[in-house]
């Protein structure tokens, strides 16, 4: 007589997954005991592929990064699906014991390729893949300021300082030395016109 198993397939799967957490947490903790602590700015500063990070944080970016990520997501994991399909319905067992079977899948297969294509010629009517830098345009609009004055600002060559922190700390120590404020010069000078 054959005995059932105590376990049903739930069963395996909840263990799988306990031995996937258990696994993982063992090798945070393994890192985290063999890990030498000696911390320095280096260690402790913001990492973003090798690049020295610079300035602050807090600065705009355009959300097309975000829209190619996820468009790429979308078609990355439903792509994964194909390959299934292919090994398990390519064999010739399950051709053989129904000749529809063969049909059946492939016509399903080419329903959520089509699907795929639709939804891929969406976002390209919509501009989403385009990617385009953004236009400088002049202002527009009820303002009394002249053209020439948005064009001498524009054709001015700004000479743009070095970013350093001892630069800063050197800086800083000058203005708390010095007790009378720096002339800095504008570096807009508005020009009003009398009527």
Known sequence: MI??????????????????ILFV???????????????????????????EPTGSSWI????????VALIFLLFD?????????ATIFSQ????????RWGWLTMIEMFIFIGILLIGLMYVWKKGDLNWIKPV???PVGPGKVPMSMYAKI????????????????????IIQEDSKPLSVKPAFKPQFKKR
């Open 154 to 173: 524009n054709n001015d060559n700004y000479i743009v300082r070095k970013f350093s922190l001892e630069n800063q700390v050197l800086h800083d120590s």
């Open 92 to 99: 010739e067992t399950l051709l053989a014991a129904d000749s």
């Open 136 to 138: 400088n345009e002049l």
């Open 60 to 67: 705009q970016f355009n959300s097309r990064f975000y829209v």
């Open 25 to 51: 947490l063992f090798t945070f903790f393994l890192g985290w005991l063999v890990a030498l602590k000696r911390p320095n700015p280096a260690k402790l500063s913001s990492y973003e592929c090798g690049e």
């Open 77 to 85: 994991v439903e792509m994964v699906f194909i390959f299934p399909w």
């Open 3 to 20: 005995e059932p198993s105590q376990l049903s397939e739930f069963g395996k799967v909840f263990i799988y997954m306990v031995m996937g």
